[in-house]
């Protein structure tokens, strides 16, 4: 009686245990909405199509980030209080790779930009932008990546 009691008590913990399985829950998709803190940016400019300067910078605090709100809205915050970009607030829209930011300036679009996303993960984001600029038939071309991370 003792071997079959045993043997009955060896079965109930041999099933609940491996009855037990793991359940894994998906992990969420990364997605833009947070506060992004910047940490590199990469400029490249051209005069007329002919390189002119190429800078870097990583000289960023916990004051310099860029904050995507759930509802299509956001603002960027700057440690240089100085600079027109510090407090503007934006709208923005994601379709696959691209985002595109519409900054305003008293309730008016002034700058459409869009960008092309290169990293989008739970904590690493890094977009891509061109932007050209024409006047009295000369072109300036700025060439931007910019790195941030949560």
């Not at 800078?55 to 209080?81: R, V």
């Not at 890094?126 to 024409?134: D, K, L, P």
Request: net charge negative; proline share 2%; charged share 15%.
């Amino acid at each position: 009686m003792k071997y079959f009691c045993g043997l009955l008590l060896l079965l109930f913990f041999t099933l609940t245990f491996f009855s037990c399985s793991k359940k894994n829950s998906p992990t969420p998709a990364p997605t833009i909405v947070g506060k992004w803190y910047v940490k590199k940016i990469v400029s490249v400019l051209y005069d007329n199509n002919v390189q002119t300067s190429n800078y870097s910078s990583t000289n960023y605090t916990t004051a310099d980030y860029i904050l995507f709100n759930s509802d299509g809205t956001g603002n960027i915050s700057k440690s240089d209080t100085t600079d027109a970009e510090n407090g503007d607030i934006f709208g923005y829209s994601v379709t696959g790779k691209q985002l595109i930011v519409d900054e305003y300036q008293k309730n008016a679009i002034t700058v459409r930009d869009t960008l092309t996303i290169t990293t989008l993960t739970q904590s690493s984001l890094t977009w891509h932008n061109v932007s050209i600029y024409a006047y009295a038939g000369d072109t300036s071309k700025i060439v931007e990546d910019e790195y941030l991370s949560k």
